[in-house]
Structure formats: C-alpha cells, structure tokens
C-alpha cells in the first residue's frame, strides 16, 4: 500500500493542543475532519479541524479515552454540516509517548485515522498520527505535514513534521 503524506492544518493542530492542555491530567479526544483524496496525487487526507468531545471513560479518564456511538454519530452529522467527512479520532496521552496503548489498539476501528499528543508537563512531543487497516495490522503510522494557513502546495513539501507542536 502506498502511503501518501497526510496535511493537517495549523488550526487543527492548535485544536489538538488546546484539547490537551484543558483535559490534563486527563486524556482529551475528539473527531478529526476533512476530506480524503480519492484520485492519486502526493495528498493524501486533509485534515482541517479537530472537533474536542467529552471523554466519557468515567472513572480513568486520565488512563483512557471513551468516544461513545452517539458521540460519533454526533461527529459525522457535524462534519457532513460542514460538508466534511469524519476522518479519524485524536487522543492525548498525558505522561506518555505518542505511541498506541494495547487499549487504543483493541478498540479501533479499521479505516480511521488516529492523532495521538504526548503531554508532559504541560509540554506537548511530537504528535504521530496512525492509519488502522485491519484487525492483524492495527495502527500503521502515516507521514504527516503541517499546512500553513495560507496553504502549501503538497508537491514541494518532503518531510512530515516531527518536531512537538509548541
């Protein structure tokens, strides 16, 4: 499978880290919406807005993260507003690496997109985004580049970002 580098866009990430930082010491999560590209190109996914949800892990919030069916569905119907699709989820993983838990690999779904956002002290890492494709290879991690507001042009930008996002 070729992997195309994934964009995300400044104010999405911004959303990403403002999620994070207000959810310490628990774990923020949210929706990540955009447009996945469905002829080649160097573009893979955009994605222009993470959308922050309520963590419903109950009890270890600051363990895990819970986005409940209807949250999702809440998600989709808001991305399809604004004529967008539900590309994925983001999480943060507060005192940890930006590295899939054994629990965030047993409940993902195959086909999203998955942000992850280390968070220590206060200070973000770099944040790693994963493709899920099937149940026996979850999480295959995407290159990813961050998108100026002003836009870039895919073909001239050859490294993901990999620097924390303060």
Known sequence: MERFAI???????AQIVRAARHAFPAEACGGLFGQSTTV????????????????RAGTLPGERYFIPPADVLGLERAAAKEQMELLGFFHSHPGSTATPSERDRAAAFPGYLYAILPLERGRT??????????????????????????????????????????
């Open 7 to 13: 964009g995300v866009s400044a104010s999405a990430i």
């Open 40 to 55: 080649p190109s160097p573009a893979g996914p955009q994605i222009v807005e993470a959308r922050p949800t309520p963590n």
């Open 125 to 166: 890492g770099p944040m790693r985004i994963y493709l899920t494709s099937d149940i026996e290879t979850p999480f295959i991690e995407q290159k990813w580049i961050r998108v100026p507001r002003n836009g870039v042009t895919f073909a001239s930008v050859s490294e993901p970002c990999a620097a924390g996002v303060d």
